[in-house]
């Protein structure tokens, strides 16, 4: 690594303060449990079994495990299918115990990050409808996106600090005949796989030793009320959020820094709105060219919607113009996925990804035109009317 990415990378290190006495943020926590002692809002425990991790100043925070009501996202649903069943696939491969529901809204994190139109009602009220959905399920709710789970810590925050905001909120839910609740954390999916991530490698079938890979750590992941996040002094000493990173080296990946590791995937909401060159532009530019040049690594790997989506489909636009590009873009669920055996278009759904995701496979062993012919014939058999779709029983064998 040269001296100037060195510099680089020590001017954007973060302090980290292991005591939580010591630290610049209050425990929010706290606050919730004053407000559930005073009639103010429900707040919903983090279900058994649970795992403790640390954040970045060092408070305690609670990952479940399972009873989990999954905050499914509307950009993976309708952009990266394969990245909301690799995180089904990996809780089924488990046993665990969890919902998918159907009565879930968007958290209008496009409204709020990039159009601006709505106001703070509007957008707590939508959060906390959904909150007290999975309140009455009796499932905790684990985070899908990371645009939802940074915007709900947000509104989390107005919640607790603005008892007007709050008398309105809930003058808006006694319409809709629902309760004030709160999650006691609010989680997100990412986190539940970095506490896996043992569990998983010893589960892993596939070896992916020989693989290098580059972190996109997500913005709206740990940048957003930034005292949430998971940190663990074995990550870059602690310097930078341990998910992704942890668990692509709990799978035995080489994960390779580079000097641009902090700056935004391009997404950024507006930009990919008014200003989409902008956005093309600077994910290849910032990020997968730095990657190219400095590491050259077999794949990038991220934890949100919006990153997977800008850093691999904007690879397409700038290969037309000869740009140093082909580094394929995968969430860690589908790589924690792809280690235990998911099928590769069944589960994973490579054929959702704009970069070619073939040289990756080819290294890795994996005989993708095999897979491929399998998914064809389902194809074909679903367009003759033989069966309705490729059911989860199907898909749940690992086959790599």
Same mark, same amino acid.
């Given at each position: ?12 290190? /973060? ?9 610049? %943020? ?17 707040? /919903? ?21 399972? *009873? ?11 952009? $990266?299918?394969?990245?909301? !069943? !690799? ?73 607790? *600090? ?97 000097? %641009? ?10 930009? $990919? ?38 850093? +691999? ?17 995968? !969430? ?10 998911? *099928? ?33 014939? +389902? ?22």
């Amino acid at each position: 690594m040269t001296t100037a990415v060195q510099d680089i990378l020590e001017r954007k290190s /973060q302090a980290v303060a292991p005591d939580p006495k010591r630290a610049p %943020t209050h425990d929010i926590r706290e606050t919730l449990y004053e407000l559930e002692a005073k009639g103010e809002i429900i707040l /919903q425990r983090v279900p058994e079994p649970f795992v403790e991790v640390i954040t970045k100043y060092g408070r305690t925070k609670r990952i479940p495990i399972e *009873h989990t009501w999954h905050h499914k996202s509307c950009g993976q649903c309708g952009h $990266i299918p394969g990245y909301t !069943s !690799s995180v089904y696939w990996l809780h089924r491969q488990f046993n665990l115990d969890f919902l998918d529901p159907t009565d879930q809204t968007s958290c209008t994190g496009w409204n709020y990050y990039a159009s601006a139109t709505s106001n703070a009602v509007a957008q707590a009220a939508v959060m906390v409808r959904n909150f007290a959905a999975a309140y009455e399920t009796g499932y905790f709710p684990l985070i899908h996106c990371g645009t939802s789970y940074g915007h709900y810590k947000e509104i989390r925050e107005q919640l607790v *600090h603005h008892k007007s905001l709050r008398d309105e909120v809930r003058r808006v839910l006694d319409k809709l005949g629902k309760p004030l609740v709160l999650p006691e954390e609010i989680v997100h999916y990412s986190e539940w796989v970095h506490v896996m991530r043992h569990r998983i490698a010893e589960r892993q079938r596939v070896d992916l030793s020989m693989l290098t890979a580059t972190v996109h750590p997500a913005c709206h992941y740990y940048k957003i009320v930034a005292e949430d996040a998971i940190y663990d002094p074995d990550i870059y000493g602690g310097q930078r959020t341990a998910t992704v990173t942890a668990t692509l080296e709990a799978l035995g990946i080489h994960v390779a820094d580079y000097s %641009t590791w902090f700056d935004c995937c391009g997404f950024g909401f507006r930009h $990919i709105l008014v200003q989409r060159d902008f956005t093309r532009s600077f994910a290849v530019l910032r990020k997968i060219e730095t990657m190219k040049q400095e590491v050259d690594p077999d794949l990038t790997v991220t934890h949100d919607t919006g990153c997977v989506t800008t850093l +691999d489909k904007s690879q397409f636009a700038a290969k037309a113009h000869e740009r140093k590009v082909g580094i394929p873009v995968l !969430s860690d669920a589908q790589v924690a996925a792809l280690a235990m055996g998911a *099928h590769p278009f069944r589960v994973i759904q490579f054929h959702w990804h704009s970069t070619d995701w073939r040289p990756l496979l080819e290294k890795i062993g994996v005989d993708w035109r095999r897979y491929w012919e399998e998914f064809q014939e +389902d194809l074909e058999a679903i367009r003759a009317g033989k069966k309705a779709g490729i059911t989860w029983q199907e898909a749940d064998q690992p086959v790599l």
